[in-house]
């Protein structure tokens, strides 16, 4: 079956310093990969995607890169903000149902 | 515009009985998911419709668990003599269409299910 491992957290980092949440996947069929962001006290919503290998998806400074070859979406960001903690999750659709979640990685960002 | 609407946001109730929770989906959207996120995991998928049918039910747990979508937009899960164990934040999602894995999922805030 299909699944996503990420980063294990937390995650704590000062103020403009470079950010990457690993996820890497494994799918049955052609996935299309997403990050999802969920800040304090709000709902789920969609950072960025992918839908095929090599393409990259971004947002808000954000960026992931679609790697087939090593089954992986990282998350990066080169200069985060303290706007930017809230837990992260890593998701993948091989149809066009449901989505398969990693168990998310929450980042602290520091002043 | 409106988003995913959810209510209630929390429910406390005791083992064994039955509970609803309402789902209101952005408006237009064909296609409507149900998940279900425990502390410290990810959303876990249950049921997934498109219209008024479901297309997926693979993820419902067991037979206390249906959903329903009678008239294609507001949906209602349903959970039949709840255990402790299905305490976790019930999140419904809306998309536009559902026919592309593509296809962005919007998500709503969620109801908080506690089962003493």
């Known amino acids: 079956g299909n699944s996503v491992t990420q980063m294990e957290g937390p995650v704590t980092l000062s103020e403009e310093a470079f950010l990457t949440i690993n996820c890497t996947y494994t799918a049955t069929g052609y996935p299309s990969l997403f990050w999802y962001v969920q800040y304090p ?71 | 515009g409106a988003g995913v609407s959810q209510t209630p946001s929390n429910k406390v109730t005791e083992k064994g009985k039955y509970v609803e929770l309402r789902c209101d989906p952005i408006s237009g959207h064909t296609a409507l998911y149900w998940y279900r996120q425990s502390l410290g995991q990810g959303p876990e998928f249950l049921i997934y419709f498109q219209g008024t049918g479901a297309a997926d039910d693979s993820g419902l747990p067991n037979d206390r668990f249906f959903a329903v979508r009678p008239e294609g937009s507001v949906s209602t899960l349903k959970i039949q003599r709840t255990e402790r164990g299905d305490s976790a934040v019930y999140l419904c999602a809306s998309s536009p269409g559902g026919s592309s894995t593509a296809d962005t999922q919007y998500f709503g805030p969620g109801t908080r299910l506690t089962v003493l």
């Open chain 1, 41 to 111: 006290g709000e709902g789920l919503q969609l950072l960025l995607k992918a839908t095929k290998a090599d393409d990259k998806g971004s947002n808000k400074g954000f960026e992931a890169t679609y790697r087939k070859e090593t089954t992986s979406f990282h998350l990066e960001k080169g200069s985060v903000q303290v706007s930017d903690s809230a837990v992260y999750f890593c998701a993948l659709r091989t149809n066009a149902g449901k989505s398969t979640f990693g168990d998310g990685t929450t980042l602290t960002v520091k002043p």
